[in-house]
């Protein structure tokens, strides 16, 4: 089945130290999203990226979607306190459908 | 608040009754989505509309559970006959755009639990 990967499960980082998730696809998709939960919270939109290779830059995250658009991976750069939640990223395989990753928990040491 | 609105925001409710949740999109969002979120995992897809027309439902979705969308509006989810099993998070979510692109912008949620 279409399933999206996503490692690691959770992240504990020293504040200002940087974090990385990772998301993988067995199969090509058309484009992949990311999300932020924070505890207690809805998921909340990030980015979207479409084109292979594609990288997007939202102040201190860095977004990339591979050059086969079969994986993706979101970078924050001097983590702060208000990072901590799950990122998901959200794979669409051509059709409606969003498919979510299992989602990276971050937490923040002060 | 314009944002994606749910209701009830819990529900508890003792196995082998039934239960309805109410969603309300962004107003001129066509598209609207159910999801399912059970602890430490992602959303899974259940269904979607475009308007009133439901479009897709995914094989988690049993013949207990149904979804409308009746004036291309709100949305009620209903679940017959709960089970244990079905007590998660259910979320809705709606978007403008066509195809699955842009933004899905995302209710609380209604946290079922059932006894």
């Known amino acids: 089945g279409q399933q999206v990967m996503q490692i690691p499960q959770y992240q504990h980082v020293q504040e200002g130290e940087d974090f990385t998730t990772y998301c993988n696809s067995s199969?090509?998709?058309?484009?992949i999203q990311w999300y932020k939960q924070r505890p207690g919270g809805h998921p909340v939109f990030l980015i979207q990226l479409v084109k292979s290779g594609e990288v997007k830059k939202q102040k201190r995250l860095t977004f990339q979607f591979g050059e086969a658009k079969k994986n993706s991976s979101l970078h924050i750069t001097a983590t702060q306190t208000t990072d901590v939640g799950t990122y998901f990223c959200a794979g669409l395989f051509g059709n409606e459908k969003l498919t979510f990753g299992t989602g990276t928990r971050l937490t923040i040491i002060p | 608040d314009t944002g994606v609105s749910q209701d009830p925001r819990h529900k508890i409710t003792k196995r082998g009754q039934n239960v309805t949740f109410r969603c309300d999109p962004i107003?001129?969002?066509?598209?609207l989505y159910w999801y399912r979120q059970t602890l430490g995992q992602g959303p899974e897809f259940l269904t979607y509309f475009q308007n009133e027309a439901q479009l897709e439902k995914s094989r988690l979705l049993s013949d207990r559970f149904s979804a409308e969308r009746p004036k291309g509006s709100f949305s009620t989810l209903e679940i017959q006959r709960t089970e244990q099993g079905d007590s998660a998070m259910y979320l809705c979510?709606?978007?403008?755009?066509?195809?699955?692109?842009?933004?899905?912008?995302f209710g609380p949620g209604t946290r079922l639990t059932v006894l």
């Open positions: 199969t090509t998709l058309s484009n």
């Open positions: 979510a709606s978007s403008p755009l066509a195809g699955g692109l842009g933004e899905q912008f």
């Open positions: 107003s001129e969002h066509n598209r």
